[in-house]
């Protein structure tokens, strides 16, 4: 069994900043890419971020500048820094990992979620 557990999420106002992280756990053998997808009310899932495993990024057109992704291979988590937020950022922020199991299957992975929400 392999999930992903987010965290960091709240309410910030306009401006300002917040960082999630994501942990993978379970049996693992190894995560290729990792990433953030968000979804607001009423919208379908769209695409935040991702990094690979050697550390390739590639962001939303409107989020590039503002957030960073990052991801440390050794503790198997990934995070994402987010500045400058505005009130359409509003969100809950999904993780999502390919992870192969040591049953060697290869698993699409999502987590439960974290809402974010930032007031105008």
């Known amino acids: 069994q392999v999930q992903l557990v987010e965290s960091g999420g709240g309410l910030v106002q306009a401006g300002g900043s917040l960082r999630l992280s994501c942990a993978a756990s379970g049996s693992i053998f190894s995560i290729n890419r990792m990433g953030w997808y968000r979804q607001s009310p009423g919208k379908q899932r769209e695409f935040v971020a991702e990094i690979s495993s050697g550390g390739g990024t590639r962001y939303a057109d409107s989020v590039k500048g503002r957030f960073t992704i990052s991801r440390d291979n050794a503790r198997n988590t990934v995070g994402l820094q987010m500045n400058s937020l505005k009130p359409d950022d509003t969100a809950v922020y999904h993780c999502?990992?390919?992870?192969?199991?040591?049953?060697?299957?290869?698993?699409?992975?999502w987590g439960q979620g974290t809402p974010v929400t930032v007031s105008s």
């Open positions: 999502n990992a390919v992870i192969v199991n040591t049953a060697r299957a290869t698993l699409d992975v």
